[in-house]
């Protein structure tokens, strides 16, 4: 078990640019979760997936937003026309299925957006 | 809905100092709830967890007690150390909407030697 793994983990691009974040959940767990964590606050749910399907998303998730899980195991959660406001920590946690199951999260990737 | 209400820090104790740490929540039927501790430069940790009213969860000298009739999980600890200075989430997870966590906005702990 090497955790989950966030990929990179720091990024910093000019507004309008598009980033992709890479996140590799802990192989045995079939939920991938994406919440978006800003300074001083707690992380926020962005995102959900039962292996390749995506089953939630947030109304914070503008459709300049998009994550996929195209095989069920690792995800990608793309931002294109950044804005200085999408600054922030993105974290990805997955979990086991089950309701008490706790997220497992990585160390996250920060965006800033100049 | 679901949120989840924590005492704003910064917290700071001496060494050796009880800590408590207050959490209230709000939700729908009967949620999970939870402990997460997040250290300089890493990622969240589940410190602890319960998930069912009178539960108690327990690590590494914390505590917390799932108290349904007054929605509390407040986390304690009898006597701090300097490593355990960070920033402490409360969480509660939906029982019946696949999994999804609430956050509280965080605690920072700050432990002088």
């Known amino acids: 078990d090497t955790g989950v793994s966030q990929d990179p983990r720091h990024k910093i691009t000019k507004r309008g640019q598009n980033v992709t974040f890479r996140c590799d959940p802990i192989?045995?767990?079939?939920?991938l979760y994406w919440y978006r964590q800003t300074l001083g606050q707690g992380p926020e749910f962005l995102t959900y997936f039962q292996n390749e399907a995506q089953l939630e998303k947030s109304r914070l998730l503008s459709d300049r937003f998009s994550a996929e899980r195209p095989k069920g195991s690792f995800s990608t959660l793309e931002i294109q026309r950044t804005e200085q406001g999408d600054s922030a920590m993105y974290l990805c946690a997955s979990s086991l299925e089950g309701n008490n199951s706790p997220l497992h999260f990585g160390n996250g990737t920060r965006l800033t957006v100049t | 809905g679901n949120s989840v209400t924590q005492m704003e820090g910064p917290v700071t104790l001496s060494e050796e100092a009880f800590l408590t740490i207050n959490c209230t929540y709000t939700a729908t039927g009967y949620p999970s709830l939870f402990w997460y501790v997040q250290y300089p430069g890493e990622g969240l940790q589940l410190l602890l967890k319960a998930t069912k009213a009178d539960d108690k969860g327990s690590n590494k000298g914390f505590e917390a007690t799932y108290r349904k009739e007054t929605t509390s999980f407040h986390l304690e600890k009898g006597s701090v150390q300097v490593s355990d200075s960070a920033v402490y989430f409360c969480a509660l997870s939906g029982r019946y909407n696949f999994n999804k966590f609430y956050f509280g906005s965080g605690t920072k702990l700050n432990v002088k030697p």
């Open positions: 192989s045995e767990h079939n939920r």
